[in-house]
């Protein structure tokens, strides 16, 4: 298969970005450019004079400097919101130089604070930067929960998710896109839309619809798909803390000497929590716990010395309503590491 035929997510920008010494993503203008031809700010007919202006001069110059009386000068409030985020966006990526070092900052410098999606994509990039060499579907796959929230089914003791955002258009319009919703609107009832539960057999259609989010990964215990999550939570933090971990998953958490955990998402943070606290969890609570995870760091002397030799544990909980909303950024601020890491 073509390397060309191998490729996944083209629609990120990643070709856009360039490596500094590191290896680290660098942000360039044309990447820039990019967010600019987002619809949140891209002007429309509506669009005022001094809106339409900001945007041409940025276009030219991206890194061109933005001072409060340049947006006081646009008449709709909304945009002038649009344009602060941006621009606070923007000179953070400035400052930081890279991708991932701008990844870091919104979570360890949050202050102000900017919208999810930005971190989304920042992580998007990340990733593809970790997979572009040796592109593994189910990785890839697993990957998309860094930065797409999902739902999941419990079918047969198999733990199913899917995109959220795919369902959601899946059920709207029946897999059908603007001829679905009318046909929808009009007899009320379209026909069940199957999505490919993606596994080693069929592995290699990942690459033909990357950027549709549209195949559904089995997380069981002892399935591929969740071996391939570990795999990239190793790679994650190998690539933004440069820290070497070995990530399995398990069935039970089973030690008397349990010191640390990390919560995947909130609400496993939130069992995690009462779990070691010896709080008593209700069942149907508990049974939202998908996966638990043990962590062992292959250099030991980034931890503090009393929790070198033990391993830390990790849990994934999907909410109330079967949501899946995976925080990566928790792996990276919420380890014991030692001061020197």
Known sequence: MTGKARSFWP??????????????LRVTDDFLRLYLQRPELAPVAESCAAERALHAALLENPRRPVTPVNLLRIRDRDA?????????FRDRLLARGTIEDAYLSLFLDPL?????????HLAQLVLKAIHEDRPDPLRLRAAELFFRPQKVRIEEGAVLVADEATLEQLVETGGFGDLGRLVREAAG???????????EDNA???FQRSDRFDTVLDLSFT?????ALCRVLEAWLARLLDIAVSIQP???VRDERWRWHVGLDAEATGILNDLYE???????????????????FRDPSVLPAALRGRPVYLGMAMDARNRLRLKPQNLLVNLPLAEAA
């Open 278 to 296: 010896g709080r008593e969890v209700e069942e149907e609570r508990l049974a939202r716990l998908l996966a638990l995870f043990r962590m062992e």
């Open 250 to 252: 398990l069935a039970q």
């Open 223 to 227: 399935r591929p798909g969740l071996d």
């Open 204 to 206: 290699e259609i990942y």
């Open 112 to 120: 102000p604070r900017l919208p999810p999606l930005f971190a989304d």
């Open 80 to 88: 002038v919101e649009n344009w602060e985020l941006f621009v606070t």
């Open 11 to 24: 629609d990120c920008g990643f070709e856009l970005l360039t490596r500094d010494g590191r290896g680290r």
């Open 189 to 199: 009832r379209l026909r069940t839309v199957e999505l490919d539960v993606l596994g």
